[in-house]
Each structure stands twice: as C-alpha cells, then as structure tokens.
C-alpha cells in the first residue's frame, strides 16, 4: 500500500485542496506533475514550514524522490534531511 492511500480520505481532501492551491505549485514542479509524490512532498513541506519556519526546497538538495519511493514517511523524511541538513530539535510527529 503507498503512502497516499494510507490516508484517510478526509486527509486526502484536504492535501488535495492545497496541492490544487498556488502553495502546491511547487511541490507539482518539483515532483514533474506526479500527484502522489507532489502530495508526500507537501506534507515534508507543510511540517516543515510550521516547525521551522523554511520550506523543505530551502534545505541542501536532498534525495526527495528516493525516500518516496522507499516508502518513508514524509515526517521521516523530513528528519534525515534536517539531519543532513545540520538542523537539529525536529518536533516528533508527522
């Protein structure tokens, strides 16, 4: 089961909604229009944002797209690239 269809539909509706939104735009580009990725991409981003106040896209060049398809988590995800990042106190949860 991917990550996406993990989620509880009202999850996906809503990340649905922002995706759709002018904050979406760059997870879409990034992810080269793959909605599944763009949305898992958003999510990193989101956590991001509220915890450290900087996008994920602000970060060193991280291999996004390999931890998508490793099947992590985005908050996960988001850890390691802090870490590589040298940013450390990531609040735990997703």
């Known amino acids: 089961m991917s990550w996406w269809e993990e989620q509880s539909g009202r999850r996906r509706a809503a990340i649905k909604a922002v995706l759709d939104s ?3 735009t760059d997870c879409l580009h990034y992810a080269n229009a793959d909605r599944g990725f763009a949305a898992w991409l958003l999510v990193a981003d989101v956590t991001c944002t509220r915890h450290f106040t ?11 797209r390999d931890a998508y398809d490793a099947g992590e988590q ?8 802090l870490e590589a990042d040298g940013i450390v106190g990531m609040h735990d949860g997703e």
């Open 54 to 64: 900087l996008s994920i896209f602000d970060l060193v060049d991280w291999a996004w």
């Open 22 to 24: 002018q904050r979406g």
């Open 74 to 81: 985005p908050g996960t995800a988001l850890r390691r690239a």
